[in-house]
Structure formats: C-alpha cells, structure tokens
C-alpha cells in the first residue's frame, strides 16, 4: 500500500517529496493561498490549484484510511481475518472496493443464507457447485430437517440456492469486474411514470430515453435525477439487447463460478441459481452504486461549473475608486438611488419615478441631475433587473443632455443584490435603510469593486451554477468558499477600507478577527503598516505569518506595506537596497533597474530563487491586481423586450453563466439568450469555458425567438443564418429517443461525436429554468 503522500504525488504528477511537505504545511494550519504564494521552495512550486486539488484528495484518502482501520478492526474481532484478505484490504484503493471486501463480514441482519446454514445446508450447496454431475433431488434428499423447516428436497435446495447466492453476490473480484462491465457498456435509461406525462411535462424529453451511462453528460443527468426525485421519471440501467435471451452479466456470473451447462444433472439448477443472484442480489445492488456514482460524477461536474462562473465573476473587471450612483430600478415602485463615494461610503440616497406608472421624468431629472453635481459622481450603476432598459433610457438621455457632466451610466448584473440587502450583516451595516435603499448601495459598489461586494452574499445565491439547487450542498459550498478565498488573496485586501466581509476572507483570518479589525481601526485610526496588526486583538504570531502578505497598507510608512511582499521577505530587499545604494521608494516601479537583477544573487538558504522573483515582479509592478481592465457593453437602442428582436439581429452582450451546454448573455431584454455550445465557435468545443467566461462582452447573432416561452436562441458564429443548420455541421444534438430495452446507444452520430449531445434548444431552456429555479 503507497502513502497517502505518495498517491497524491501520483496523481497530480509531481514528486512525493513536494506532497508531503504541502501536507506538512497544510497539517500545521497553513492556508492553502498562503503555502502557493509564500511556501514555494518548501513545496517545489505547488500552484493554487494543485494544491486545492491536494486538500481535496487528502480528506478522501484520510476518510479512506480511517475507514479501512475500522474494516480490519471489525474482521479481527470476528477471527476472520486471513494473510491474503488483509493483503487485499490494504491495496484497495477506493471506497467501493473497500466495502465489496468488507461485505461478506459486514454485520447484518438474519438472512435466509445463514438461516440455510443453520438448517446444516451448506455442504449440499458445496457439493453441487463442485460436482455438477449430482442428481440435485436425489443429493438434496440426505440434508431433509424438519426441525429447521426442510421437510422436502425442494425447501433444501431453495436453502442451497440461498447459500450460493449470497456467496456470489459478495465475492469483491467479481463485484469490480461486473461494476467496471456496466459502466463501460451499460445504458441509462428513463421512463415517464403511469399518468404523469401532463404534471411532468418540462421533463418530456426523457419520458423515453436511452444513452451509454459512461457518458451521459453532468446537465442530462441531473434533470433525469430531479425528474426521478419529483416522482415523475423512473431510471434504470440496461445492459446487452433486451431481444437476446442472454445475459452478459449472468455470463460473467457463471464464468466466474465456472459453471456451465454441459447437460450434467444440477447444471440447469446452477443456472437458475445465477440467475436469480443477478436479478435479485446484485442487479440491484450495482444499479444503486452505479447511479451513485454517475450523480456523484455529475455533482461535481455542475459544482466546477459554478465554481468557475464565479471565480470570473468575483474576478471581473472593478470600474475602481470613484464616485458611483446605484440605480435599483422598478416601475410601480420607483427607482431607488444611492449615491457612495470612492471608497464606498454611503453620502445620499433617495427615489425617483421616471417610468410608469407615475412617468415623473422631469422631477427624476432635476433629482439625479443634482445627485450627480453635487457629488461629483462619474458613474451610474444601473441594475439590470425590472425596468433597467426603461431607467437605462432614462439616464442615457440625461447624461447626453449633459455632457459637460463626464458621467458614464453602466449596467450592473444585480443578481444577489437583494439576497445581500435583506441579510442580517447588511442589516448591521446600514440599520436605518430600507431594504430596497440597501440595494442600490450593493449595486453602486458592486460597479466599484465586484469581488469586495460579492463576499457579503453566500456564493450560492449569486446564481452562476448549473444545477445548484440538486448538488450536494456541502461539497457546493466547500468548493465555494474557496474559490472565494483563492480570489480574494488573489486580489489582496486593503486593511484600512475593506469590510468585515472582505477581511474575513483573507488567509489565517476568521469573522471574530475580521471584526477585531475594524474595531481597532476605529478606535485608532488606519494602520501606518503592518506591524501594528499585532496589536489587534487575538492577532498573533501564526495569524500574522498566514495574513499579513494578502492584507495592503496604501500610503503607510513603509512602501513595502502595500505590496505584496511578505514582512518575512523583506530582508530581500534590504539587500538589494544595501547592495543598490538606493532606498526602497526609488526601486519601486522601477522596471528597468529591476529587470537587471539576478534573482540568484539574492537568494540564500531561506529564500530561494522562486520568492526572490515574485519578489522583483512585486517591486515592478506593486499591488498589480490580476483582474482585467474595466470596459463595459453597450445594448442596442431601442431593444428593450424580446418582441423587439428579430431573426439575424446583431447585438452586443454579457455573458453572464456558462454551462456544459452552452452559455447564457444577457443583451439587453430582461432575458437571458442561450449560445449553445456547436454556437459558440466554428471549431470544435468541448468546453464552453474555453471560449468565454462570466462577464464577458461578446457579440452575438439572434437565430431564434420564442417570446411566448421567454426563450432566446443566439449564436456567437456571426455568419450563421437564422433558421438555417450550419452547413456541414450536425446542429440537432437532442437527447435521442428510443426503446429503453434497444442496444442503440444515444448519441454514437456524427452530431454526437462533434458536440455532445446537448439537447434541443427547448430541453435546454426548460434545463435553464429549473438551473435558475431560486435565484434571485
């Protein structure tokens, strides 16, 4: 058996020596942005994401380890425990193997095996298993007990059919030889259930459906699954072709027992016997691990989803520090306004009614009109839920009357907005404001900075994923939080404006910290460097080691302070301020002076050759933020609902979700379009990501409107045609119906081979719908 060490260095490609040093670190308390970013030459260069994926293997094979312990433990205590079964309980290397080997000891209630064993059968079973030429009546009348209730041949042999099948049915060889079988070859499989076709009619495209369950894709899977949750489909898994009285599994059955039917008396009698071990012990049995699996292949397939979409999100563009009106935009109840200036802080608020019902646009005007002046706002932040087109136009035709104003308006994915503004730490941030007010406010900083604005709202209601309502919740939010974490320290945090929120996302840091903060900012004013974070409250030594890099004094007594550069490094650059004669203000951003030294020459026993470069970058470029300059999309005028669409339209959006199948864009309409994937590019894609991301500005064709369905075909292939198939390429890539019982595999077609079956644009639509069933 390999360490758990040595395994992960396996499957991540690296040496055992760089696995055990992050486990070392990661077992001290170490965060896992702190070891990628500080810890370097004690991993050998482990990045973020090899070391996220680390963390997760470690906690499955420390499960693994603590579960094998308890299996050898248990078959100790029982005397059962053999060389050879100890061996093979060490070299499993999965939880299913483990549990197969550990079955046939597994504490269980009474079964009729071992009430067949009790009643003195067991040698009839061994018997006609080994010695097929017996007369199974005629040998079955030596074991007749009719104080065990055998009072005739055919109950001893029903006592003997019990014994074997229990005893094939929990051989670990024959189970992962059957288990890998289906998964190859076998078929998912749904139906619709009696007199429920109307009730479950948005899942009619799997009322009679069949694909290799190997690779149904993560989206299918889980609108099979909600269907068979909401008592509307029922799934199976098919195996061989339902017109042939043969069983491949039943064969593998009987091969791996070594029986066979050569006309010998009990040979028809072993035959039922694998008959019935497969249809009543392990058909069922493998059924329930296999789809298992497949929801558990699928889980993490729609987890990744979202924890891409919102990594670009919390990674998008920030417009920076500058004086930002929100807009949260509504008809009958007006548009709330919040003005906040560079870094956030609240100045005014108010509400105007530009849009019907009430259409008091000039009163509106006057109003936002002296917002802007007064407070000398650059941008408007405008929501982009009800009314945003009509308040978009609004305050266009404001702005553009204004022009000596050099005030931009820019529409704001509000999604989560008024998950934050009810929730009980906006409630503690602005106590006195209606809900509704607390909303533009998020929607002004949102404009000013994303990924400060976003970690006040759990990541689950931001509303980016694919499925998220039907993944396993804690594995969703595990993979959340740390993609928020990787981002943040990505980022780095401003110690002396940041929120409670941003700050407890830091690494090392927690809410109690967090807060403690805050409080000593404000009782002592902004820290003049990093130093003083020691003297905050329960901030010591190791909290100081894992934070103080990702934590940013601008304008402090120390230029180093906004950097970042760790306090432990900066010996470095005492070094190369002695060796220069030049002090640590003159070297920063000074590109050409830095570019001419030698990371070697400044390394030394601690600090290697990788710190010491990250180094030189920091004083190149300090503070860089890794995200994108800001730029925004513009929507067409005059395209505001989506009966003002038209066939082969062109028009400019934001993508604002990416699926397995595709990506949704927001251009302008109060609802999102669907690219399908065969959309996205003239070549070949086989992850949308690798095309677009969320935020994104792309162009995008209109090739089909739905309005009564509220649904959007687009097309990121300019040239394409609206209700035209793309010439030389197979567009129609629906799930494919048939006979659950046919052998046919879904999807083996050229469409298939070229873009995944993806789904007709209507299934897909009815997907996005449930995708979005809870957000906000």
Known sequence: ?????????????????????????????ATVPFISRYRKEVTGGLDDSQMRELETRLGYLRELEERRDTILNSIREQEKLTPELERDILAADTKNRLEDLYLPYKPKRRTKGQIAREAGLEPLADALLGDPSLNPESAAADYLNPEAGIEDSKAALDGAKYILMERFSEDANLLE??????????????????????????????????????????????AMFRGRNEGILSLSIAVGDEESSVNPCEVMVAEHWQIADRGRPADTWLREVVRWTWRIKLYTHLETDLLGQLRELADNAAIDVFAQNLKDLLLAAPAGPRATIGLDPGLRTGVKVAVVDATGKVLAHDAIFPNPPQNKQAQAAATLLKLIKDHNAELVAIGNGTASRETERFVKELLSAHPDLNCTSVMVNEAGASVYSASEYAAREFPDLDVTIRGAISIARRLQDPLAELVKIDPKSIGVGQYQHDVSQTALSRSLEAVVEDCVNAVGVDVNTASPALLSRVSGLNTSLASNIVDFRNDHGAFRDRGQLMEVKRFGAKTFEQAAGFLRVMGGDNPLDSSAVHPESYSVVEKIVANSGRDVGALI?????????????????????PTVSDILKELDKPGRDPRPDFKTATFKEGIEKISDLEDDMILEGVVTNVTNFGAFVDIGVHQDGLVHISALSHQFVKDPRSVVKAGDI????????????????????????????AKGEQRDNRPRRQSAGKAHHAGNNAGASKQGNSGTMAALFAQAKQNKKGRL
């Open 589 to 609: 951003g000074d590109s050409a002076f830095i570019k001419s030294l030698k990371p070697e020459d400044y390394a030394d026993q601690r600090f290697g050759i």
């Open 698 to 725: 792309v162009k995008v064709k209109v090739m089909e409107v739905d309005a009564h369905r509220k649904r959007i075909g687009l097309s990121m292939r300019l040239d394409d045609k609206a209700g035209e198939q």
């Open 1 to 29: 058996m390999s360490s758990i060490s040595q395994r992960i260095a396996q499957e991540l490609g690296v040496k055992e020596a760089q696995t055990r040093a992050a486990i070392d670190l990661l077992d001290e308390g």
């Open 177 to 222: 030889r059957l288990r890998r079988y289906l998964w190859e070859n076998g078929r998912l499989t749904s139906a619709v259930m009696k007199d429920k076709e109307t009730e479950g009619a948005k899942f009619r495209d799997y009322f009679e459906h069949s694909e290799p369950l190997k690779t149904t894709p993560s989206h299918r899977a889980l």
